[in-house]
């Protein structure tokens, strides 16, 4: 009998040519359970751009298998604020303002100073109009005032920005319907809890996944696979190996972000690109030490701009200087400064009236929420003087005594001769004295799989692997963004690459 099943397993190897990806499948692997289960198309990763291109391919009458490693569906779109953006849109011209594609286009590369990738920008600030009017057909709530201006990082020179009544939830929950009828209607079936392990290979084309569910290793089959699993701001092995120049990485992503697809991929002999255009985020806080965790939603430092708050503290580095005009407006300047700074770390320091006037230094907290978390000292300390506090947080106590008499005095002088702050109305002289820890942190990665204008992933020498494409932050982030924040520019080529590639692959004849 075991000799009869080894026959049997080397016929249907050779019945079917399968060869493990650089002998990564056992032969028996290919027989018995993992039995071939065939689709029009295999997504991996059923969030932004996963679920709308699993949508389409299904609109086509595709079979379309979605692997998802979570225990649920959505992925970042139950976590981010869902900034999009687009220029030419019906919801623009009913608004008054006029924009197009190009106008889009032109204002991303802007932003970016040339660093993205053109082809890719193009692609996205194409197809963006169709996106967002797709969702309004769809009944997408938009935020009543948008499209709007915003200011949390470079602003377009046009209104163009949109947002739904409950951030990005409200992308999940517009096309959750649709989704719905064709998980029903059987073109869309979903795999959660199942982890990718490998692509399998072919005479030099993707045929398949492997996927790990309850530590059984099951393979699945397509004529196409598209990578659509996220970034790597989860992984701080991932992320050290990727970016060996930076400090350790402080996340704000979600758990999920993990890099899974790109690292499979890489096995594959894709290649993985822009890594150095990484940026960090400004604002993060660490809640509890050591964690390498901060949350955007529930502990935010009001530092990326002072278009919304004008600052009543002063940002002093490990070395206890000052090194920025806390009221510059234009977050990219203030977002590579901090980045020079050792650490990309900075403390915030005020005293105890500061607490209660204007707007708090986190955003959303009541001024007893700042003091409470001060009497607990983990990521704010206090002290009753300028030489406890140093002593508390490590910075050098001379250093950060002349720092704050500096100030001081330009408070009271009205002038600001080293860095021209023009915010002077709160020196730093009541105790208890403040100072709270703030870091760069990564809310997306900006390295990824490099791919052509066709979404196909390429290999180190440039040649397309065939049957696999990629969309959504598995791209990186710098892919449609380069070396800066382009508002809505990973939501918007996300969702809207994810709908092109759905089209273009879900096509069944």
Same mark, same amino acid.
């Not at 209104?159 to 949109?162: I, K, L, N, V």
């Given at each position: 009998m075991e000799n009869e099943n080894l026959h049997l397993r080397r016929h249907f $190897?050779?019945? #079917? /040519?399968? $060869? &493990?990806?650089?002998?990564?499948?056992?032969?028996?692997e290919l027989f018995g359970q993992n039995t071939a289960q065939k689709y029009d198309l295999i997504v991996v990763g059923a969030g932004t751009a996963g679920m709308p291109c699993a949508i389409m391919a299904a609109e086509q009458g595709a079979k379309v298998l979605v692997i998802e490693k979570a225990d649920k569906i959505g992925g970042t779109l139950h976590l981010s604020a869902g900034h999009m953006s687009a220029g030419g849109t019906r919801r623009q011209k009913a608004m008054g303002i006029?924009?197009?594609?190009?106008k889009h286009y032109e204002d991303v590369m802007r932003v970016c100073k040339n660093t993205a990738d053109p082809a890719l920008v193009a692609l996205a600030t194409r197809e963006a109009p169709y996106t967002i009017d797709w969702l309004e057909d769809l009944g997408f709530p938009f935020e009543p005032t948008t499209p709007k201006l915003v200011f949390g990082h470079v602003p377009y020179q046009t209104?163009?920005?949109?947002w739904g009544t409950d951030a990005a939830r409200s992308i999940f929950q517009t096309i959750l319907p649709l989704w719905e009828k064709y998980v029903k209607s059987a073109h869309i079936e979903v795999r959660l809890q199942h982890q990718l392990t490998d692509l399998i290979v072919h005479k030099n084309q993707v045929v398949g996944v492997q996927v790990r569910h309850n530590k059984n290793k099951v393979d699945f089959f397509a004529k196409n696979t598209v990578l659509t699993t996220g970034g790597y701001a989860s992984n701080p092995e991932f992320f050290a190996k990727v970016h060996p120049e930076r400090p350790r990485l402080l996340s704000t992503a979600a758990p999920t972000s993990t890099g899974d697809g790109i690292m499979v991929a890489q096995k594959a002999g894709a290649a993985f690109r822009w890594a150095e255009k990484h940026i960090s985020s400004l604002g993060g806080v660490e809640l509890e030490p050591g964690s390498g965790r901060t949350d955007y939603w529930n502990a935010w430092a009001m530092v990326f701009t002072s278009k919304y708050r004008p600052p009543r503290e002063i940002y002093v580095n490990a070395e206890g200087k000052r090194f920025l005009n806390e009221d510059e407006l234009d977050p990219d300047v203030r977002e590579r400064i901090i980045a020079r700074q050792p650490g990309e770390k900075f403390w915030l320091i005020f005293d105890d009236p500061s607490i209660d006037d204007g707007e708090p230094v986190i955003r959303g907290w009541k001024p007893e929420q700042i003091r409470k978390a001060a009497r607990e000292g983990k990521f704010i300390q206090q002290a009753d003087s300028i030489e406890a506090l140093a002593a508390k947080t490590g910075i050098p106590t001379e250093a950060l005594k002349k720092s704050i008499e500096t100030y001081n005095k330009a408070v009271a002088e009205k002038n600001d001769p080293e860095f021209g702050r023009s915010t002077l109305t709160?020196? $730093?002289?009541?105790a208890p004295f403040y100072a709270m820890l703030s870091y760069t942190s990564s809310l997306i990665s900006f390295g990824g799989l490099h791919v052509n204008a066709n979404l196909q992933v390429l290999d180190r020498q440039g040649n397309? #692997?065939? /049957?696999?494409? !990629?969309? %959504?932050?598995?791209? &990186? !982030?710098?892919a449609?963004? %380069?070396?800066?924040?382009? %508002? %809505?520019?990973l939501i918007t080529p996300a969702l809207s690459f994810g709908r092109i590639l759905g089209r273009q692959l879900g096509k069944t004849s």
């Open positions: $190897i050779k019945q #079917i /040519g399968l $060869i &493990g990806l650089v002998a990564m499948h056992d032969v028996s006029d924009d197009s594609p190009e209104p163009r920005t949109y709160h020196a $730093i002289s009541k397309v #692997i065939n /049957g696999l494409y !990629a969309a %959504g932050e598995v791209l &990186g !982030a710098a449609t963004s %380069g070396n800066a924040f382009c %508002g %809505g520019m």
